[in-house]
């Protein structure tokens, strides 16, 4: 099982990036796939998740501004975050629903 995060970076306050999880190995046709994120010195955060139905749930935390969507030709989850806040600097990862992540993930940093 391989999932691997990239994308991240630096964005300003009220800025967007995208985050990519491409899977392979038996990942590869995961049903559900995740986002977490962790920020030092605090609990990892569940975001949310994606099937391949196409139904995507989300915490409140990120409701209305984070986007997730699955690429199914590219083996491929996304994390759009729009309206970035300061409070979504963190380590992002991607994982299969009920697994820990892989990777350590990309970096986010939001800051003006």
């Known amino acids: 099982v391989q999932l691997v995060e990239s994308g991240g970076g630096l964005a300003q306050p009220g800025g967007s990036l995208r985050l990519s999880c491409a899977a392979s190995?038996?990942?590869?046709?995961?049903?559900?796939l995740v986002w977490y994120r962790q920020a030092p010195g605090k609990e990892r955060e569940w975001l949310g998740s994606?099937?391949?139905?196409?139904?995507?749930t989300y915490a409140d935390s990120v409701k209305d501004r984070f986007t997730i969507s699955r690429d199914a030709a590219k083996n491929t989850m996304y994390l759009q975050m729009n309206r970035l806040k300061p409070g979504d600097a963190a380590v992002y990862c991607c994982a299969i629903a009920g697994a820990s992540c892989w990777g350590r993930g990309p970096q986010v940093a939001v800051s003006s």
């Open positions: 190995g038996s990942a590869v046709g995961a049903n559900v």
């Open positions: 994606s099937s391949l139905d196409g139904e995507s």
